[in-house]
């Protein structure tokens, strides 16, 4: 197995770091080699070669089974609305050169984690759902868009193919199947077309799926939903646009951002990222919590290449880690001493060999 790791940029090197050693640990534990090599993406690419997902990168990821990723986004940038070439142009044009049509985002709560939600405990405990947000289409990529000529004024375009609506709704009940055989399709079918073709596109598949229960929810009310009853949701499928929106308001009913992973699938390879951010002003300081991107790594032995057990093993030792307090500050108990990055790394490796 090959791997292609891309770092990124502000705490992507640390906590990308974490998750390959863990991944290695678990690897030599069962016998598996493991080849990896790395790659340059985001403001690190820019300030390299002035690309942020160079040639260079495209065919390191083409050639690998896997990609493990960091995170990327620097504030140099953010507060520069003139500047050419994004960090984040780097991530859309991967997702759209590797095919990745597919970001799964499941939500899952950590019982002795449950009081660091912004909810009350009765309504986060037990929430399990995953999200399926369509990541090559919709706003981010339709064409055209830009300014009038005088540039008063803007537009984004919004579409969507019946083919790119039947793969992603598709994979959404093969999920669902696999899990508690609930799908909640998401859209704004009274407002706009995109999602009255969203609609009936999944009106035509569901019926293959005479086991799986559909509902179908406006935007807006699953907003509302999501905190109000997350355990409601199974598996959530949604356009683009929404899915960053609902995806986000997803990670922090757990309490805990730094737990999330995610991943990428479609075409060519898939790619396994936490789902925050690059967190610039914490960079180099070691205190990043590593967890997302570890159990990112523990979805891509399982999705990219089969290795339940193995995932399950690391699953094993991040649930230790927290009920042992080998936390990093963000997740740990007041008063007790914070873990650094490399120490809760440190640890997971331990747990896994000796397990
Ligand atoms: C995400 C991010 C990206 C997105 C940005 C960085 C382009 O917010 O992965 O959710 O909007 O898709
Ligand atoms: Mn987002």
Known sequence: MKIAVLPGDGIGPEITKVALDVTIAVCKKYGHELNYEYGIVGADAIDKVGNPYPDETHELCMRSDAVLFGAIGHPRFDND??????????????????????????????????????LRPDIVRGADFMCVRELTGGLYFGRPQGRSEDGNTAYDTCVYTREEVTRIVTLAYEYAMKRRKKLTIVDKANVLATSRLWREVSREIAPAYPE??????????????????????????????????LTDEA?????????LPSASIGTHTSVFEPIHGSWPEAAGQNIANP?????????????????????????????????????????????????TTSQVGEWLVNFILSA
Do not use: C, H
């Open 81 to 118: 609305p003139t500047a050419k070439v994004r960090p984040e142009q780097g991530l859309l044009a991967m997702r759209k050169k590797l095919g990745l049509y597919a970001n799964l985002r499941p939500v899952t709560t950590f019982e002795s984690l449950v009081y660091k939600s912004p």
């Open 212 to 245: 799986v229960e559909t509902e179908y929810m406006f935007v807006d009310n699953a907003a509302m939903r999501l905190i109000q009853w997350p355990t409601s949701f199974d598996v959530l499928v949604t356009e683009n646009m929404f899915g960053d929106i």
């Open 251 to 259: 990670s922090v009913i757990t309490g805990s951002m730094g737990l």
């Open 291 to 339: 967890l997302a991107t570890v159990l990112s790594a523990a979805m891509m032995l399982e999705y990219a290449f089969g290795l339940n057990e193995e995932a399950a093993l690391i699953r094993k030792a991040v649930d230790a880690s927290i009920d042992k307090n080998i936390r990093t500050q963000d997740i740990q108990v007041e008063g007790e001493k914070a873990y």
